[in-house]
């Protein structure tokens, strides 16, 4: 009977006190220690619901704890991109067109029944992830091996990711570009001109087939990538034109597969180190905790990468409906079908029509519209308790200081730039500090051209987007400032360990329509 989540403010909280229950009584953990190690909701004026250590529990539940670090929770994965790939080429080759609404919901639904099977298949891989990594912390300590950003580096740098193939393959077309004198075109012009005219020389051509493979590969991304309605890279290339005019912009001073070399050596380093203080018997633990978690690190991240994909799927199907709609009337532009929920279109493509199915989908979507705007237009409570009143955690930030939990290693300085909308990107420049509410994997790319390797966000507790910039130093709060020399953190970097906002996550935008905040605190 468990609430695991309420919608307030406009926006889905997740509740914390559930979960501090649930670790409590199935594995004994006190309450008090999964909340300092999750980073949940404290303050002096309020504490987590308090559940004591239970031995008996914890000797039940430990072996269960262990093997979700220590199982494997992946190994059926390369059958299932498999099967992602395949589901991708029947959307590619399906002519969506052609297919009557319902015969059209039919494949979105068989769609959304894979996707469930996706999804659930990432949440086992970033809990064995989170798990692992928090069982490798452990064992460093317990082998006294420590030094600040030890787990981080450990984790770091690893080959196998497929989002990591992204600024090293927009980098070499933007050096294609410079090395054909196409540059200038690149930069003083918008990215569809600029795209248009390249599409006109002849000289381009070899750049051109770069970006079709490029697209092919990773088409599936964008900026803000887990809203839905948000154009990929491979139904809007000129986006892709923009992130290579960046890379051009910052000319020498980035180099992605320079920072790759750099971030391995780190790593090697740093296992160096932890095996030049350990005896035989114990390296060989070591090595074995570390093959385990970088394995589940880069699981967890080519899933992540692979559900992208899958996102696309639905796009297109939603992208046709919704043109059919708009030229029928029954609503204002294509994109108005993003703020339609399931039962609705159900309901209209069972009747024939709107009108039959008693809805006015203009009014429905203007009011959702209307709604959305009001509800972004307010700051929301960092955490709420069980009735939905607001529980202050922090001050508000007052002066030039903004503090927050990092959760990537390094320092760097810079001027704050800050970006409302992912359309503002292009006007970073290297060295700036990015400052915006949230990110997901779509931003790396931009993320690369940064020469400072810092970058400021604001997101959920509980969020992974931060996690595949962990090149950067990341700060998940703007409502808590970093400093200007921060600390390196302690904690690994697959937890983002703060308040405020994830990405919005919906297929259609009124089923999640906003931002994830801060989780609540109690139970419900």
Same mark, same amino acid.
């Given at each position: 009977?468990?609430?695991? @989540?309420?919608?307030?403010?406009?926006?889905?909280?997740?509740?914390?006190?559930?979960?501090?229950?649930?670790?409590?009584?199935?594995?004994?953990?006190?309450?008090?220690?999964?909340?300092?190690?999750?980073?949940? $909701?404290?303050?002096?004026?309020?504490?987590?619901?308090?559940?004591?250590? /239970?031995?008996?529990?914890?000797? /039940?539940?430990?072996?269960?704890?262990?093997?979700?670090?220590? #199982?494997?929770?992946?190994?059926?994965?390369?059958?299932?991109?498999?099967?992602?790939?395949? =589901?991708?080429?029947?959307?590619?080759?399906?002519?969506?067109?052609?297919?009557?609404?319902?015969?059209?919901?039919?494949?979105?639904?068989?769609?959304?029944?894979?996707?469930?099977?996706?999804?659930?298949?990432?949440?086992?891989? $970033?809990?064995?992830?989170?798990?692992?990594?928090?069982?490798?912390?452990?064992?460093?300590?317990?082998?006294?091996?420590?030094?600040?950003?030890?787990?981080?580096?450990?984790?770091?740098?690893?080959?196998?990711?497929?989002?990591?193939?992204?600024?090293?393959?927009?980098?070499?077309?933007?050096?294609?570009?410079?090395?054909?004198?196409?540059?200038?075109?690149?930069?003083?012009?918008?990215?569809?001109?600029?795209?248009?005219?390249?599409?006109?020389?002849?000289?381009?051509?070899?750049?051109?087939?770069?970006?079709?493979?490029? !697209?092919?590969?990773?088409?599936?991304? =964008?900026?803000?990538?887990?809203?839905?309605?948000?154009?990929?890279?491979?139904?809007?290339?000129?986006?892709?034109?923009?992130?290579?005019?960046?890379?051009?912009?910052?000319?020498?001073?980035?180099?992605?597969?320079?920072?790759?070399?750099?971030?391995?050596?780190?790593?090697?380093?740093?296992? %160096?180190?932890?095996?030049?203080?350990?005896?035989?018997?114990?390296?060989?633990? *070591? /090595?074995?905790?570390?093959?385990?978690?970088?394995?589940?690190?880069?699981?967890?991240?080519?899933?992540?990468?692979?559900?992208?994909?899958?996102?696309?799927?639905?796009?297109?199907?939603?992208?046709?409906?919704?043109?059919?709609?708009?030229?029928?009337?029954?609503?204002?532009? &294509?994109?108005?079908? *993003?703020?339609?929920?399931?039962?609705?279109?159900?309901?209209?493509?069972?009747?024939? %029509?709107?009108?039959?199915?008693?809805?006015? !989908?203009?009014?429905?979507?203007?009011?959702?519209?209307?709604?959305?705007?009001?509800?972004?237009?307010?700051?929301?409570?960092?955490?709420?308790?069980?009735?939905? +009143?607001?529980? $202050?955690?922090?001050?508000? &930030?007052?002066?030039?200081?903004?503090?927050?939990?990092? @959760?990537?290693?390094?320092?760097?300085? #810079?001027?704050?730039?800050?970006?409302?909308?992912?359309?503002?990107?292009?006007?970073?420049?290297?060295?700036?500090?990015?400052?915006?509410?949230? $990110?997901?994997?779509?931003?790396?790319?931009?993320?690369?051209?940064?020469?400072?390797?810092?970058?400021?966000?604001?997101?959920?507790?509980?969020?992974?987007?931060? =996690?595949?910039?962990?090149?950067?130093?990341?700060?998940?709060?703007?409502?808590? @400032?970093?400093? +200007?020399?921060?600390?390196?953190?302690?904690?690994?970097?697959?937890?983002?360990?703060?308040?405020?906002?994830?990405?919005?996550?919906?297929?259609?935008?009124?089923?999640?329509?906003?931002?994830? =905040?801060?989780?609540?605190?109690?139970?419900?």
């Amino acid at each position: 009977s468990i609430q695991w @989540a309420k919608r307030f403010y406009g926006r889905p909280y997740v509740n914390e006190g559930a979960i501090l229950y649930l670790y409590n009584r199935e594995f004994g953990f006190s309450s008090l220690m999964v909340a300092a190690s999750a980073g949940f $909701t404290t303050n002096k004026d309020f504490q987590p619901i308090s559940y004591g250590f /239970r031995p008996l529990a914890l000797l /039940r539940g430990l072996p269960r704890f262990l093997r979700m670090g220590a #199982g494997d929770a992946t190994r059926d994965l390369p059958v299932l991109y498999e099967r992602i790939d395949a =589901c991708v080429a029947e959307s590619e080759t399906a002519d969506l067109s052609r297919m009557p609404d319902g015969e059209l919901l039919e494949l979105l639904e068989k769609w959304g029944s894979f996707h469930s099977q996706v999804s659930t298949a990432f949440t086992r891989a $970033t809990n064995q992830a989170n798990s692992t990594i928090w069982l490798f912390g452990r064992v460093l300590r317990l082998f006294r091996v420590q030094r600040e950003g030890l787990t981080l580096y450990l984790v770091a740098g690893l080959s196998g990711l497929y989002m990591a193939e992204v600024g090293p393959a927009l980098w070499d077309m933007a050096q294609a570009l410079r090395d054909r004198g196409l540059d200038q075109l690149v930069l003083s012009r918008p990215p569809a001109e600029a795209l248009a005219g390249l599409q006109r020389i002849p000289d381009a051509r070899a750049v051109l087939e770069q970006l079709a493979a490029f !697209l092919k590969r990773h088409g599936h991304h =964008c900026m803000n990538e887990s809203e839905i309605e948000h154009p990929r890279w491979i139904e809007a290339p000129e986006q892709v034109i923009e992130l290579i005019a960046g890379y051009l912009r910052a000319g020498e001073a980035v180099d992605p597969e320079r920072a790759e070399r750099q971030q391995c050596e780190r790593r090697e380093e740093a296992v %160096a180190y932890v095996e030049r203080r350990l005896d035989p018997l114990r390296r060989r633990a *070591f /090595r074995r905790q570390l093959a385990q978690a970088q394995a589940s690190v880069q699981s967890r991240d080519n899933t992540r990468y692979h559900i992208t994909k899958l996102t696309l799927v639905f796009r297109r199907g939603y992208v046709e409906l919704g043109r059919r709609w708009a030229g029928r009337g029954w609503i204002q532009e &294509p994109d108005d079908f *993003f703020f339609l929920v399931p039962q609705e279109i159900e309901q209209v493509i069972s009747a024939g %029509a709107p009108a039959d199915a008693g809805l006015d !989908l203009r009014a429905i979507v203007a009011a959702r519209r209307k709604a959305h705007q009001f509800w972004h237009s307010l700051r929301e409570p960092e955490a709420i308790d069980w009735q939905g +009143r607001p529980i $202050t955690i922090t001050a508000r &930030p007052s002066g030039s200081v903004l503090r927050g939990i990092p @959760a990537s290693g390094g320092q760097a300085r #810079g001027p704050a730039r800050l970006v409302v909308d992912p359309a503002q990107a292009g006007t970073l420049e290297p060295g700036d500090v990015l400052v915006t509410r949230a $990110t997901d994997p779509g931003w790396t790319p931009v993320a690369s051209v940064w020469k400072s390797n810092l970058f400021l966000g604001s997101s959920g507790s509980w969020s992974e987007p931060l =996690c595949p910039l962990h090149p950067l130093m990341a700060y998940p709060t703007t409502h808590r @400032a970093a400093k +200007r020399r921060p600390r390196q953190p302690r904690r690994p970097f697959t937890r983002a360990n703060s308040v405020a906002h994830r990405p919005r996550q919906s297929r259609t935008r009124n089923e999640n329509n906003v931002q994830l =905040c801060q989780p609540t605190v109690a139970m419900a």
